[in-house]
């Protein structure tokens, strides 16, 4: 990784519109009705650089899995790490249709055993954003083949090199929920 260029990317935000146009403002005044803030997702230059990649550990999103996340078969990211780790590195058009509501297929590679590592095709693998503007990645395939478990540890990152999200499991704790997936 130390002979590859920087990676140049475009950070994701949104841009808060308080301020109607003149005549928006008339138009609320002729139906009587207020102004509403409105919100649209735009790119800006990053002040600073992307997040540089360890490939020792390169785990950037780090969490435990929940009881609930096993039973539906998704994994809840974060809004603040979805837009630091993967939709910086995503086009503005592509993160506009996931921020529109609608989900968006992505390749994913499980790693876990690494001299194996299983490839989980974007028809089985997709990413939806949720009401509370977390981020949910649904694949039910691989949680029934990774058997994963109740406060299991799992790491995922975006890889640029490959367009795809990598997932391993750091730690397993044993107990497995060996009920149906819905």
Not at 147 to 152: E, F
Not at 175 to 182: C, D, H, L, R
Request: hydrophobic share 40%; with cysteine; glycine share 6%.
């Amino acid at each position: 990784m130390a002979d590859q260029r920087p990676l140049l990317s475009m950070k994701k935000t949104f841009f808060y519109n308080f301020f109607p146009s003149k005549a928006k403002e008339e138009v609320c005044k002729v139906n009587h009705t207020p102004h509403v803030v409105t919100r649209e997702l735009v790119e800006i230059r990053d002040l600073y650089p992307a997040p540089k990649i360890d490939l020792q550990n390169p785990w950037q999103i780090k969490k435990k899995i929940t009881y609930d996340e096993i039973v539906v078969g998704m994994l809840m990211i974060p809004f603040f790490e979805m837009f630091e780790y993967i939709l910086r590195y995503w086009t503005l058009d592509m993160a506009k249709i996931l921020e529109n509501g609608c989900s968006v297929c992505v390749d994913m590679w499980d790693v876990t055993e690494g001299n194996v590592p299983k490839k989980y095709e974007g028809g089985s693998v997709w990413v939806r954003k949720v009401y509370s503007d977390d981020f949910s990645l649904w694949c039910i395939k691989f949680f029934k083949d990774r058997r994963l478990g109740d406060g299991d540890e799992i790491g995922l990152y975006w890889d640029t090199r490959f367009s795809c999200i990598v997932f391993k499991l750091l730690s397993h704790v044993g107990s497995q929920w060996k009920g149906p997936i819905i």
